[in-house]
């Protein structure tokens, strides 16, 4: 099945820097989500993106729908150590499966 | 509490030995999936339920079974299991129905973590 192409694949900041991460695809969707997902745990929903151009925000979390429908990045401002995990996207066509990006490893150096 | 639950969360067995991994939902969600995470390889589609009797291959559906006799409830079954199923598998549930633009938030379970030695 089709996966996503999400950057960087890994990132490694100092506290207190901003975080930006993105996620294109070949096909167009209709929602976007991005998830967290620590180690051994589910992935929890952050944000969820429907329309073109919209752009979301979650606390310190900023999420874009892209205006071609192919794209969406998430933004994370001043972070901090619990923002360790890997961060990832899924897109959504009505009607059709789920696709997913390949994850974003954070880590959050104190 | 709106939650999709699975059971066990961690399991080790023996080759060849049949094995069901359940998955229930309370939030009266149509859409149900399986999936397998496994280390470089991400999120990998096993089965779907697009709802009650409804059900679909996804991308490594080999050695693995479903059924969806009931909304809420949606198990995986191996009924061999082999240690190339070694891995870690979440259930997730959407309101998504085909029908609506908009819908589609995906909910995960906490993960069941399957050894199969």
């Known amino acids: 099945g089709q996966q996503l192409n999400q950057s960087p694949q890994s990132m490694f900041i100092q506290e207190g820097e901003d975080v930006s991460m993105n996620c294109t695809s070949s096909s167009i969707f209709n929602t976007w989500l991005w998830y967290k997902q620590e180690p051994g745990e589910g992935p929890v929903l952050l944000i969820a993106l429907y329309k073109a151009g919209e752009l979301t925000s979650n606390g310190r979390l900023t999420a874009q729908f892209g205006i071609t429908r192919k794209d969406s990045f998430l933004n994370i401002s001043a972070s901090i150590p619990s923002d360790v995990g890997i961060y990832f996207c899924?897109?959504?066509?009505?009607?059709?499966?789920?696709?997913f990006g390949t994850g974003t490893s954070l880590t959050v150096i104190p | 509490e709106a939650q999709v639950t699975q059971n066990p969360r961690y399991l080790i067995t023996v080759t060849g030995k049949k094995l069901t991994v359940t998955c229930s939902q309370n939030m009266n969600h149509e859409y149900m999936s399986w999936y397998r995470q496994d280390p470089g390889l991400g999120l990998r589609q096993i089965y779907y339920?697009?709802?009650?009797?409804?059900?679909d291959k996804g991308d490594v559906p080999e050695g693995y079974k479903v059924s969806r006799k009931e909304k809420r409830n949606f198990p995986l079954i191996l009924e061999s299991p082999s240690p190339n199923q070694t891995s870690l598998y979440f259930c997730?549930?959407?309101?998504?129905?085909?029908?609506?633009?908009?819908?589609?938030?995906?909910?995960f379970g906490e993960g069941s973590r399957l050894t199969v030695l």
């Open positions: 997730a549930s959407s309101i998504v129905s085909g029908l609506e633009e908009g819908t589609g938030e995906l909910f």
């Open positions: 339920s697009m709802n009650v009797e409804v059900t």
């Open positions: 899924a897109g959504h066509r009505t009607g059709n499966q789920f696709y």
